[in-house]
């Protein structure tokens, strides 16, 4: 079982960064694919990055390319989200999640076992 708590949310200007951290515990953490995924207030959860086990490969929806960095520190047990230039749009609860992948190196995996409680990013105009 595989514990995960999202940080690092809160308000922002539109232009302005903010970095999300979300440390796990409770199991082998270099065993999981890490993804974030967003939900906004009345619409469905979305895929925002994702990275694979080992080797740093990423996958990133294309509402967020050029902005959003997501990386992790297997000896941390720690993966993060560096969002820079958010928008409005970016406005969502934002949930770190685990899938138990037997591809190292494969970013995309499905379905994801572990979720965290979520963190709130705000970003006014």
């Known amino acids: 079982q595989v514990q995960l708590v999202e940080s690092g949310g809160g308000l922002v200007q539109a232009g302005g960064s903010l970095r999300l951290s979300c440390a796990a515990s409770?199991?082998?953490?270099?065993?999981?694919?890490m993804g974030w995924f967003r939900q906004a207030a009345g619409m469905e959860r979305e895929p925002v990055a994702s990275?694979?086990?080992?080797?740093?490969?990423?996958y990133y929806a294309d509402s967020v390319k050029g902005r959003f960095t997501i990386s992790r520190d297997n000896a941390k047990n720690t993966l993060y989200l560096q969002m820079n230039n958010l928008k409005p749009e970016d406005t969502a609860v934002y949930y770190c999640?685990?899938?138990?992948?037997?591809?190292?190196?494969?970013?995309?995996?499905?379905?994801?076992?572990?979720w965290g409680q979520g963190t709130q990013v705000t970003v006014s105009s």
């Open positions: 999640a685990a899938c138990n992948s037997r591809i190292p190196i494969q970013p995309i995996c499905a379905p994801y076992d572990y």
């Open positions: 409770g199991g082998t953490f270099s065993g999981y694919t």
């Open positions: 990275i694979s086990r080992i080797a740093g490969r990423t």
